[in-house]
Structures are given as C-alpha cells and as structure tokens.
C-alpha cells in the first residue's frame, strides 16, 4: 500500500522571517506607490460620483453619526488604528501552533491579496474621504479625536510619523480585506459559536468603521472583497510554484515523489533484515530447507 508523506508544519522562524519581509516590501511599495496629490484627488471623486449615482452614499451618515457621537467615534478610531495591526497577526499565530493543517493555505492566500493590494494602490492612488475639502462634507474623526489615542491628523500612524505612510493608499482596502480573511479563518477553523460569529461580525464591523470614521469609500471595501476573492483564486497555483521551486533550487523532492528508505535495496544471501517474516512452509517453493 502506498502512503503519502506527512506534510511538516513549516519551522516558525522561517516563516516568521517570510511574514516579515512581506510585509516591510508591502509598507516600502505603498510609500514609493505615492502618486499625485491632484491624481488621487480626481480618483477620490471618482468614486464618490460613481456612489452616488449607484445611491450608495452609506459614508455621510455614518461619518455623522461618529463625528457627533464621541461614544462611538473614538472607540472605532482605535478599532481603525489598532485592530488591523492586532487581530491578523494574532490569527496567523493561532492557525500556526492549533490548525497547522490549514496554516499554509491561508497564509498564502493572504500574502497574495496582500501583494495584490498593493498593486491597486500604485495603480489608482485614491484621496480618503477624510482628506477631501470640506465642502464635500465628511469630518476627519481621526484628528477630531486625536487627544485621545497615539495618532495625529495624518492617518492612524503615531504621532509625528505621518510621512512614514501613505495616505492615499485607500483603493482597496485591505482593512476590509485583511477583516474579511479573519473572519473565514474564525469561520472556518473555530470550533464554537463565539468563534464563528466573531468571524461573521469583525469584517462587519470593520467596514462600518472604515467609512464612518471617512478613511474609505464604500467602493473600497468593495475592492477589498475583491482582491481577496482574486487571492484565494490565486493561493493553490502560488503553493505549486512554490513547491516547484523548493524542489528545484533547495534539492527537496516533491511530498508526492519522497523516497523510500531501503527501496530497491536487497540482502545478500544468508542475510535478512532483523524481524523480517520469513516466507511460510510450502508458499510457491517445495524445496526443504536443509537442502537450500
């Protein structure tokens, strides 16, 4: 009977050390993807028309709704400028040491939308709705509410550290994005309710938050729902590219293809490995022993 070699749960250095550099290429690629002010402007706008013409214009009420009710606003302003950076991290490490089998899978479902991402922004830089001129009547909580958190007028970035981001990479969102992959990852892998409707409420949530406190569109978090449909579309071809390489360039045959310890190897006369079955008297050989 043939059986398949075990899948290894990958070493948690390697892949800490992969996560890492992912993601400092992902932060690098979103500061030299900072296109023209005016550009991003005109594509903010864009979107806005676009809106309102689909009478989809949820971001004005919400954005009211947080910028007049303090209760609310500040809390989602650091739900905006912590839970991406919380949540993702904390879900990768729980796949990783309670649900190894599916830990390879999601992680790289994840980079490539992630990567994906980062191609829409240096494509279509976007002007936030926070960012817009006033007259198109959206309030920036983030900078309403600053005094209370570590971030200044300049995106959820500490404050004084504004110019280590981009402000206009808002098309996609990958807040909504990177939500959404949590939120299967609970679905899919938690094992009580808490843990699934933690899945289905957090994208929920965190789309809510990413208009009301104007740092998206609506059409952004669309994107993000997109770009992660197209990553996971992506995820099993990366994974056999992946092994290809591994195989090819690191010398590490293929799971499918390991080899047998001791295959084609035969012992000499006399000789047979210790606890070998000796062949039963009279199966397909009438010779008596002692005449062997």
């Avoid at 843990?195 to 990413?210: E, F, R, S, W």
């Avoid at 978090?221 to 996971?232: D, E, K, P, Q, S």
């Amino acid at each position: 009977m043939t059986h398949t070699a075990p899948r290894h749960r990958p070493r948690w250095w390697t892949e800490l050390l992969l996560i890492v550099v992912v993601y400092a290429a992902y932060s690098a690629g979103r500061l030299l993807a900072r296109g023209d002010v005016s550009t991003a402007v005109d594509n903010g706008l864009a979107i806005l028309r676009a809106e309102k013409a689909l009478l989809l214009n949820a971001e004005h009420p919400l954005n009211r709704l947080f910028s007049e009710t303090p209760a609310l606003g500040i809390p989602a302003d650091f739900a905006y400028a912590s839970l991406h950076y919380l949540v993702t991290p904390a879900i990768l490490v729980w796949l990783f040491r309670r649900r190894p089998a599916g830990y390879r899978a999601a992680r790289t479902w994840l980079m490539c939308s992630t990567l994906l991402g980062l191609l829409g922004f240096t494509l279509m830089p976007t002007c936030p709705p926070r960012l817009l001129a006033a007259g198109h009547g959206f309030v920036d909580t983030m900078a309403q509410y600053s005094s209370y958190g570590w971030w200044g007028g300049e995106a959820s970035a500490p404050r004084g550290l504004g110019g280590m981001t981009n402000q206009y990479a808002a098309m996609p969102s990958l807040h909504v994005g990177w939500a959404l992959w949590c939120g299967v990852m609970l679905w899919r892998h938690g094992r009580t309710p808490l843990m699934k409707t933690l899945g289905v409420a957090y994208p929920l949530l965190t789309t809510i938050v990413v208009m009301g406190t104007a740092n998206h569109y609506f059409l952004d978090a669309v994107a993000g729902v997109a770009v992660m449909g197209v990553g996971a579309l992506l995820t099993r071809p990366a994974m056999r590219l992946a092994d290809r390489a591994r195989a090819r360039f690191g010398r590490i045959p293929p799971a499918s293809q390991s080899p047998v310890v001791g295959g084609g190897c035969e012992t000499s006369a006399g000789e047979r490995i210790p606890g070998q079955r000796t062949s039963s008297a009279g199966a397909d050989d009438s010779t008596p022993a002692a005449a062997r």
